[in-house]
């Protein structure tokens, strides 16, 4: 009998004796969400009046870490290359979309799902046809390509059928051009569009095409903190009423990355919490059907975050959440504005102090560019908020995971390994 049970014990620990395969899939990518965000977001939400620093959503979920390197010796990866390793197992080169190192289409776990008879959907906040939600259904050498990219989510068809029921994000500019109209295209095919956010629950049933900016939506702090909360909440319901054969959703959190090139604290903060919503609707919905699995990941780290800088022991979350807009807006606003005071105040709890009065009215009248660097720098040493890049980084990622299947993706493992876990799952 002891035997019996070390080989069940053996066979779980090894995988051998795999789970049962989850009905649904989200998958969700924090895109340039490092491990320095995800611990900043805990202190960034620290209730100051305890003395415990609460968890977060990331917290309860962790499972794991994973390499993020491209195929070949720079390590450091771009979207691209990270989404296409993480839509269909392959590594790939920097601006690959869902093609391998010889330019030739790879299948995605997404068109798999949909060669299964599943729904499936993709939500992000950047154009829907940026580099990761492309990765999943589309095929190109560079991810450059938005017409040609756009094209693909009518022109790629998967067992005679558009790849994607469900689209929400931004990106009119690449979907209603001079040479093509892509939204009567689908509007043809049966899908209800809709391009007014404030009107999102007016899409009832799949397919559905929402598309919501000319290229990215606004940033959260700028305008609607929780519109991804609300795509996601919008996708789940709607996928949950289609979901005979089960559903594949892949979510990102676009803009984390945005405001991470832009070594833009704030910025990445309220990015950090709509995403952290929306993990928390997904696992919600987890708690009401346990059938489906949630993953969670990032493709890579932008902006080398730190902590903690300028060899101070501290880090300032008050500051942070005294900024009201991002650092482009305030600089449009600055630049507008016969009044920098009144405006720095208004959206800023930073003292407008002599020096930094200096500094911004100089940075002024050298330009745009002078004064957006001139705020960020404010901002960042007054929250002890250091930055190394305005690119990517190499640091491994981690891995969350909630629902069916959810014991898979532990330990220490690589991006291609959590989209092998996932095909197998959907081929199961």
Not at 125 to 130: A, E, G, L, R, V
Not at 207 to 218: C, I, K, Q, R
Not at 284 to 293: Q, V
Not at 335 to 342: F, G, M, T, Y
Request: aromatic share 8%.
């Amino acid at each position: 009998m002891k035997k019996q049970l070390s080989l069940l014990a053996l066979l779980c620990t090894s995988g051998v004796y795999a789970e049962q395969a989850p009905k649904n899939i989200i998958y969700m990518i924090g895109d340039g969400m490092g491990p320095a965000y995800t611990t900043a977001y805990r202190y960034y939400k620290d209730d100051a009046t305890t003395k415990q620093i609460e968890n977060t959503v990331f917290d309860t979920i962790l499972t794991g870490m994973a390499h993020t390197y491209p195929d070949d010796h720079t390590y450091v990866t771009d979207s691209a290359a990270s989404a296409t390793a993480l839509s269909s197992g392959h590594k790939s080169y920097n601006g690959a979309i869902a093609v391998d190192t010889d330019k030739k289409p790879v299948k995605t776990m997404l068109e798999i799902a949909k060669e299964k008879g599943m729904i499936t959907a993709l939500v992000a906040t950047s154009q829907i046809n940026h580099a990761t939600p492309a990765s999943f259904a589309s095929h190109n050498e560079s991810r450059r390509n938005y017409d040609e990219i756009a094209n693909d989510y009518i022109d790629n068809k998967i067992a005679g059928k558009l790849p994607v029921d469900l689209m929400l994000g931004g990106g009119t500019k690449y979907f209603i051009r001079e040479d093509r109209n892509l939204v009567e295209e689908f509007k043809t095919a049966g899908y209800q569009y809709s391009d007014d956010f404030s009107a999102l629950s007016d899409i009832k049933q799949l397919p559905a095409l929402g598309l919501y900016a000319p290229v990215g939506m606004p940033y959260a702090l700028d305008e609607n903190p929780t519109r991804l909360a609300k795509m996601t909440n919008k996708a789940l319901t709607l996928l949950d009423k289609n979901k005979k054969d089960g559903f594949f959703v892949m979510i990102e959190g676009s803009q984390i990355d945005w405001c991470g090139h832009a070594n833009d604290i704030a910025c990445a903060m309220a990015e950090m919490d709509d995403f952290a919503k929306s993990i928390e609707l997904a696992k919600a919905y987890i708690d009401k059907n346990p059938d489906t699995l949630l993953v969670v990941t990032a493709d890579h780290s932008t902006g080398g975050l730190s902590i903690g800088a300028h060899g101070q022991y501290k880090w300032d979350t008050d500051v942070i959440k005294s900024v009201k807009a991002t650092a482009s807006t305030l600089t449009e606003l600055l630049l507008e504005s016969n009044d920098i005071k009144a405006v720095w105040q208004a959206n800023t709890k930073i003292e407008f102090s002599p020096q930094n009065k200096v500094k911004l009215e100089q940075a002024k009248k050298l330009g745009e560019k002078a004064l957006n660097l001139a705020i960020k720098d404010i901002i960042n040493k007054a929250s002890f908020t250091g930055w190394t890049t305005g690119g990517h980084t190499a640091i491994d990622v981690q891995v969350f995971a909630y629902g069916t299947g959810a014991s898979e993706f532990t330990g220490s493992i690589d991006n291609v390994e959590i989209a092998d876990k996932l095909i197998n799952f959907i081929n199961n």
